[in-house]
């Protein structure tokens, strides 16, 4: 199988070297065009860590000869660049022809239903609450996967195509899917901004000054506790959609493999396993500049429909808007085009289930 993954970051790299070795044939599109020259011009893509392969990949010219012959299409890149690349996918995405979204955020499978149904063409979406890996990129043509997820949770949009999208998965990537209720499932089960919430608003300092410092170790009693309690306010809206998710202690344990306990106790178990990694060293980091307008932000809309307002959420947005001097939640080009907002929550139920 052809599978075009639309991105050119740490995940895209490690999703190749995963379907290459694996042996199916990974294409990979840079928007950009920047950080793929060195495999452009023949070099392997090397992945240690999680994955150890050297692997060729071959590099699309652009969005039409990455899709062009692809049997999947998947988008693998931060979330403020999803629209972007959908919006350059959408003239020549065709019929039937999945496209799997690693990692759904800020309900980018509606914005991409809404423009195929524009053009009457029906495709399954695959969404994933997380990406399959963890990992750093080390240079133009090797990455460091520090895991790879032993459970990932997957739905379909429309929903009735859910069997379809979870036996695909399950034949690129092996037997680690577990189905949920639908997008709006998905939706609640990204847990990775809520706690890049915790790590990073309790640890700017030291990312501003540049420091090299344990991710997982500083995950301190305190990180953990507001990681809990951010926790809570998600699973309160997921209750009131009778949607059911993770927690996060369970996100944890599945994530790398350390038995359940207090979110801190969890993380410094990482860290004696030799999997926690660093924190970032710069405040342009992914884990606000990504996750606060489009991982938090929806979060707090779903609050807002379902009466279980996440206080502590929106504190956040509004605690790293003034940190960083700009609203961040205006940074978020998807939910503005989607007009839901104003919905109640049975029609926002209804549309994550059919789509547009």
Not at 142 to 154: F, G, H, S
Not at 174 to 181: A, E, H, T, Y
Not at 201 to 227: D, H, Y
Request: some cysteine; charged content about 20%.
């Amino acid at each position: 199988m052809r599978v075009s993954i639309l991105g050119a970051g740490a995940i895209a790299y490690g999703l190749a070297a995963y379907l290459a070795e694996a042996g199916f044939a990974p294409v990979i599109w840079s928007p950009s065009g920047e950080r793929t020259k060195a495999l452009s011009s023949g070099e392997l893509l090397k992945a240690t860590g999680a994955i150890e392969a050297m692997v060729p990949v071959r590099i699309a010219r652009d969005c039409k000869d990455a899709i062009a012959d692809a049997d999947v299409v998947m988008i693998a890149l931060p979330a403020y660049g999803h629209k972007m690349v959908i919006d350059a996918a959408i003239p020549h995405l065709r019929e039937g022809l999945p496209v799997i979204i690693s990692s759904h955020s800020s309900f980018g499978a509606l914005y991409l239903s809404k423009q195929l149904a524009e053009r009457k063409v029906r495709l399954p979406i695959v969404v994933w609450g997380t990406t399959l890996i963890t990992a750093r990129q080390r240079g133009p043509t090797e990455i460091y996967v520090a895991t790879v997820r032993n459970k990932l949770d997957v739905a379909t949009l429309p929903f009735d195509a859910q069997d379809e999208g979870f036996d695909l998965c399950t034949k690129l990537f092996g037997d680690r899917f577990v189905k949920r209720d639908g997008l709006l499932a998905i939706s609640l089960s990204n847990l990775n901004p809520q706690n890049h919430l915790g790590i990073a608003l309790l640890n700017l300092t030291r990312m501003e000054k540049g420091e090299q410092w344990s991710q997982c170790g500083n995950v301190t009693p305190a990180v953990g506790r507001f990681i809990e309690a951010l926790d809570a306010e998600r699973l309160a809206i997921a209750a009131h959609f009778g949607t059911p998710v993770r927690t996060v202690e369970e996100h944890y344990s599945l994530s790398y493999h350390v038995p359940i306990s207090s979110v801190s106790a969890m993380n410094q178990e990482i860290v004696r396993k030799g999997l926690g990694g660093f924190g970032p060293t710069t405040i342009e980091s992914r884990y606000i500049l990504e996750d606060v307008p489009f991982g938090l932000l929806p979060t707090v809309m779903l609050g807002k429909i379902s009466g279980n307002p996440a206080f502590l959420h929106q504190s956040g947005i509004s605690i790293l808007s003034a940190a960083y001097g700009r609203d961040l939640k205006g940074d978020n080009d998807i939910l503005p085009a989607l007009g839901i907002e104003g919905m109640g929550d049975a029609d926002l139920a209804s549309l994550c289930r059919k789509g547009f």
